[in-house]
């Protein structure tokens, strides 16, 4: 079975600029996480998607924003680049988030991205 | 809200030796718990979960983590370190078994020969 797959993987932006970021989540799950990590914030939960709704966010800008598709791709998009958005940007996707038990999160290898 | 935090920043044994690292919680609920593991350039990995069952819990690559609400821990050990543990390690908590999770600031294992 295939894994999570993120595009692009690498991708150079400058300040003022926007971007779109695209996670294909396993074949099955219909949930899909994004996570930021940089080095002096670690890793933080940017928002989550399940059946192209979004069902939980945290704590950042409305700069950034996502979606999710029928067949559960996800993406998310950052407007108006500043510098400390250079970041390694995860997606996560599980099975099912069905509130009675935890459905384990399998990540992909992260897009970077760096605003110059 | 819930929060994590790591005690230790980076961590260096010598391989053959235990492996221990710890991790303290926050949690108005009854949370689930997790260790994740980042090799470079990969993403990352689930090691172990707890999840109100088991205390104790066994997770692959021989590694363990005891929950103790007393002591609001769940630390990571492993008996004996092997070169490819080498990588961040990450401690995790979710409230309500929802998939907002958050987690620690990671801690660096570097196992020496």
């Known amino acids: 079975k295939a894994g999570v797959t993120q595009t692009p993987r690498y991708l150079i932006k400058t300040r003022g600029q926007q971007v779109t970021l695209s996670c294909s989540p396993i074949s099955g799950h219909r949930s899909v996480s994004w996570y930021q990590q940089t080095p002096g914030q670690g890793l933080q939960f940017l928002f989550e998607?399940?059946?192209?709704?979004?069902?939980n966010k945290g704590n950042f800008p409305g700069r950034f924003s996502g979606r999710q598709f029928s067949n559960s791709r996800s993406e998310m998009n950052v407007s108006t680049l500043e510098l400390g958005d250079s970041a390694l940007y995860l997606c996560?996707?599980?099975?099912?988030?069905?509130?009675?038990?935890?459905?384990?999160?399998?990540f992909g290898p992260g897009t970077r991205l760096t605003v110059l | 809200a819930q929060s994590v935090t790591q005690l230790d920043s980076h961590v260096s044994v010598s391989e053959g030796t235990p492996v221990l690292l710890r991790c303290n919680y926050s949690s108005s609920y009854s949370p689930s718990l997790f260790w994740y593991v980042q090799h470079p350039n990969k993403g990352l990995q689930l090691l172990l979960k707890y999840t109100s069952a088991a205390t104790l819990v066994k997770g692959i690559n021989g590694f363990e983590a005891e929950f103790k609400k007393s002591e609001t821990s769940f630390h990571l050990t492993k008996p004996s370190a092997h070169m490819s543990d080498a990588a961040e390690y990450f401690c995790?908590?979710?409230?309500?078994?929802?998939?907002?999770?958050?987690f620690g600031a990671g801690t660096r294992l570097t196992v020496k020969p």
């Open positions: 998607y399940f059946s192209e709704t979004q069902r």
């Open positions: 995790v908590v979710s409230e309500n078994n929802n998939n907002d999770m958050r």
């Open positions: 996560a996707s599980s099975l099912i988030w069905t509130g009675a038990s935890y459905n384990e999160q399998f």
